[in-house]
């Protein structure tokens, strides 16, 4: 490809788009350009001095008292917990009898991350449904590849909420029964920014509304919207103290760094949970506040508030940024200024990039070894879950053993008993966390629990 300017040269393919260019910074000018970052970000500046801005909850009640629309609510039997988020609106977020919205990246590369929050509600003693029929949000596809659009999203986006709205059907169970819990930070920052555009647009809302209505996912001809949206991060949140009454290992001596997500906090910010009591309020309370609850030491570093280098377009087109980005800017930063143990995050696509990242720093003669768990599997982990049957620490590529055996956890004998565990499994006598037969709730295929054998 020849440059615009015609001299011939050849233009290295981005990806980004004819107006990407190298900014060609010395380090000096590239450490002005970004230091506002640690000067400013601390105390919540950048958001907290703009104008209030909209809670379109209000949007949402007004379109129901008109009719148009319908809204899945938060009630008293999902024993709500509330809490504040950045500009001190109310969130409630429920506890109880919950839909498992699951993450096609946790499932397919952490599976210990999906498996440990599951162990956890059993722990507790919560009611969930966790069935198999969920789609992907394709939030990926559209932030990765931009071939998605905006109709695609609205339409996957309120068809699995419905789902989760009728799901307990199946059950002899009301409507309602359930309300969604989402995995996965990007659906979960995705479904909240489509969910504004279906408030504010009529053309989207009914240009949907024909597709549900071919899929028979309409409630009294209305499209469905969730009250509100919440992650699997807030429920562990607001939950921490009963999640630390059941620990069962001392962490106390563990040096924990926090990754925050982008597509938690900075995706849709006003709905981002703050507490006063976990850091001043000056972050996100998320992962933090049950870190400390478990007494852990949550160490502070220069690069916090730094993305993980996933950013989609750049893991498809610029890998090695990713990686160089995960590695200098996170990992290494946590390992020499922190002296961290750990580092701590709340979403799939960056658990993935600084842990499966850093063998090129091995690579380039620059290693670099931090274990990188989600706040659920560190809690299951110090609550007692088994670090390989449960937390499945063997799927992670950074390693974890240092972290166990700090935290007085013989590994090399539970990795025994999850080698023979696992000819128990190829003998057909596995365990499951979850009854089988509650996972397919509708569909053709269906039998009701009470038929079968």
């Keep these: 490809m020849s440059t615009p300017n015609g001299q011939g040269s050849k233009e290295r393919f981005t990806g980004h788009g004819p107006e990407w260019r190298d900014s060609n910074l010395s380090p000096q000018e590239a450490q002005i350009a970004t230091s ?36 899945h609510r938060v009630a008293d039997e999902h024993e709500p917990v509330m809490v504040k988020t950045l500009y001190g609106w109310d969130k409630k977020i429920p506890t109880q009898r919950l839909w498992h919205h699951k993450s096609c990246g946790q499932c397919g590369n952490i599976p210990g991350y999906p498996a440990s929050l599951l162990w956890l509600m059993n722990r507790l003693g919560i009611e969930y449904l966790d069935e198999t029929d969920q789609t992907s949000c394709t939030a990926w596809n559209y932030h990765g590849s931009g071939i998605g659009n905006l109709e695609s999203l609205a339409a996957v986006f309120l068809r699995n909420f419905h789902q989760a709205y009728v799901a307990a059907r199946a059950q002899g169970l009301p409507d309602a029964y359930y309300y969604p819990l989402v995995h996965c930070g990007t659906s979960f920052g995705n479904y909240k920014e489509v969910r504004s555009y279906l408030l504010h647009s009529a053309k989207l809302r009914e240009r949907v509304r024909q ?38 290992i001392d962490c106390s001596k563990i040096r924990a760094t926090i990754h925050p997500a982008c597509h938690v906090y900075k995706m849709v910010p006003e709905d981002a949970v703050y507490d006063d009591t976990v850091l001043g309020g000056n972050r996100v309370a998320v992962s933090t506040g049950i870190m400390e609850a478990l007494g852990a030491q949550v160490i502070d570093y220069s690069t916090w ?96 053993e240092d972290l166990m055996a700090k935290l007085g956890i013989d590994w090399e004998e539970k990795k025994a008993e999850f080698v023979a565990y696992l000819e128990q499994v190829k003998a057909g006598k596995g365990e499951n966390l979850y009854d089988p037969r509650r996972m397919i709730t509708s569909g053709p295929g269906y039998i009701p629990i009470a038929r079968r054998p």
């Design 211 to 248: 597709i549900l209505g071919k899929l028979g996912r309409l409630v009294d001809g209305k499209i469905l919207i969730p009250e509100e949206v919440v992650h699997y991060s807030e429920w562990v949140h607001v939950m921490r103290q009963r999640i630390a009454a059941v620990q069962e």
């Design 305 to 400: 508030y730094d993305c993980c280098g996933f950013g989609f377009r750049h893991i498809i087109s610029e890998r090695e940024f990713t990686r160089s980005f995960a590695i200098d800017r996170k990992v290494r930063v946590a390992i020499e200024e922190a002296h961290a143990d750990v580092m701590i995050g709340h979403d799939t696509g960056c658990i993935t990039t600084l842990d499966k990242n850093q063998w090129i720093g091995k690579a380039a003669g620059k290693a670099v070894d931090l274990p990188i768990l989600a706040d659920c599997q560190f809690a299951a982990l110090v609550c007692g879950a088994h670090p390989y049957k449960i937390v499945q620490s063997h799927w992670h590529a950074s390693p974890v």
């Design 36 to 71: 506002w970052v640690e000067l400013k970000i601390d105390r919540r500046s950048m958001l907290t001095n703009k104008d209030r801005v909209e809670d379109v909850r209000d949007v949402m009640w007004q379109l129901e008292k008109d009719g148009e629309i319908a809204v």
